[in-house]
């Protein structure tokens, strides 16, 4: 059982930027990809960025490309999610999820994670 905490949610103006974390419980953090999604009221659950477990690897949708750095520090047995850039359409629900799968292309959906955070709210006021 893998436990996954986020903060860093909150307020911020078009334009800014909001640095999100997501803490994981478990010795074998290293060992599980993580990815982030987030989810519009409204809208499905999309996902925004993935990063394999040694932090080499990652993807990103075409939105968050050039704007969100994904990034971890097994250290710390926490995954980031770095936004700058933010615009209205941002807002969301930020979730992090983590897999004990192989990482590959399927970590940009849905299915490809085991374990599910709670969520932390992105609002971004234009």
């Known amino acids: 059982q893998v436990q996954l905490v986020e903060s860093g949610g909150g307020l911020v103006q078009s334009g800014g930027s909001l640095r999100l974390s997501c803490a994981a419980s478990?010795?074998?953090?290293?060992?599980?990809?993580m990815g982030w999604f987030r989810q519009a009221p409204g809208k499905e659950r999309e996902f925004v960025a993935a990063?394999?477990?040694?932090?080499?690897?990652?993807y990103y949708t075409d939105s968050a490309k050039g704007r969100f750095t994904i990034s971890r520090d097994n250290a710390k047995n926490t995954v980031y999610l770095q936004m700058n850039s933010l615009k209205p359409e941002d807002t969301a629900v930020y979730y992090c999820a983590s897999s004990g799968k192989l990482f590959d292309v399927r970590a940009r959906s849905f299915p490809f994670y085991d374990y599910w955070g709670q969520g932390t709210q992105v609002t971004v006021s234009s």
């Open positions: 478990g010795r074998t953090f290293s060992s599980y990809a």
């Open positions: 990063i394999s477990g040694r932090g080499l690897l990652t």
